[in-house]
């Protein structure tokens, strides 16, 4: 009964290769969200969609990019990843309305392990 | 400045036994308080959501307290198995402009047979 799902749950790739993570959610979640966490640290709010709106935080870097071409899949592209990239992606969703969206449950994936050669 | 800090930052404790992690925050004004359990390798997972009137709320052998006056929040966890070895975090959500959420570090327990 898998709710967010995240593939793939391993990855590997190459210093300043394009690699797309994807997510998938059974939850019919309006909004869904792309954080990183790296070993030992809370997760990052990377960005989030709601609805169709993407929502880009501060401080995110131009590498990291996302797309949503319909409610139940998201993906993030990351252009050119390098050897700080490595981390743990997580994909949330959680309904929401207005300015409070945040203040819903939300809903995590298992991860993707991204790892950069 | 919006902090949230988790005490202690690791703990070891038998099965069986019982154990409590605290939560201290200065999130302010304040929206709800979630506690999360996070396996080694795997997504969080939410225990429990609190907003400012509920002061206890339980999730089988977990129960979270709050007290919005002190700005603390405790995670008791009872009669401990090993599938409670795991990262537990503590987030605020701010009632800001964005509603943003506020994580805590973390406490990782391990249990121990």
């Known amino acids: 009964d898998a709710m967010v799902i995240q593939n793939p749950r391993y990855q590997v790739t190459q210093f300043g290769k394009p690699v797309t993570l994807s997510c998938s959610q059974t939850?019919?979640?309006?909004?869904m969200y792309w954080y990183q966490q790296k070993s030992s640290q809370a997760p990052k709010l990377l960005f989030h969609?709601?609805?169709?709106?993407?929502?880009n935080e501060a401080d995110t870097p131009d590498n990291f990019q996302s797309r949503r071409p319909n409610t139940s899949f998201c993906f993030l592209d990351i252009r050119s990843p390098g050897l700080g990239d490595a981390a743990m992606y997580l994909c949330?969703?959680?309904?929401?309305?207005?300015?409070?969206?945040?203040?819903?449950?939300?809903?995590f994936g298992p991860g993707t392990r991204l790892t950069v050669t | 400045k919006n902090q949230v800090e988790q005490s202690p930052q690791s703990l070891i404790i038998l099965e069986g036994k019982n154990c409590t992690l605290q939560?201290?925050?200065?999130?302010?004004?304040?929206?709800?308080l979630r506690w999360y359990k996070q396996d080694t390798g795997r997504g969080p997972v939410s225990l429990t959501i609190?907003?400012?009137s509920e002061n206890t709320k339980s999730n089988g052998r977990y129960t979270a307290t709050l007290d919005a006056d002190t700005k603390q929040s405790s995670l008791h966890i009872t009669a401990s198995q090993l599938s409670d070895s795991a990262s537990y975090i503590c987030?605020?959500?701010?009632?800001?402009?964005?509603?943003?959420?506020?994580w805590g570090a973390g406490t990782k327990l391990i249990i121990k047979p």
């Open positions: 939560c201290n925050y200065t999130v302010s004004p304040f929206s709800n």
């Open positions: 987030v605020v959500s701010a009632r800001d402009s964005n509603y943003q959420l506020i």
């Open positions: 969609y709601y609805d169709k709106d993407f929502n």
């Open positions: 949330a969703t959680s309904r929401g309305r207005g300015s409070n969206l945040f203040s819903y449950e939300q809903y």
């Open positions: 939850l019919n979640h309006n909004v």
């Open positions: 609190m907003t400012f």
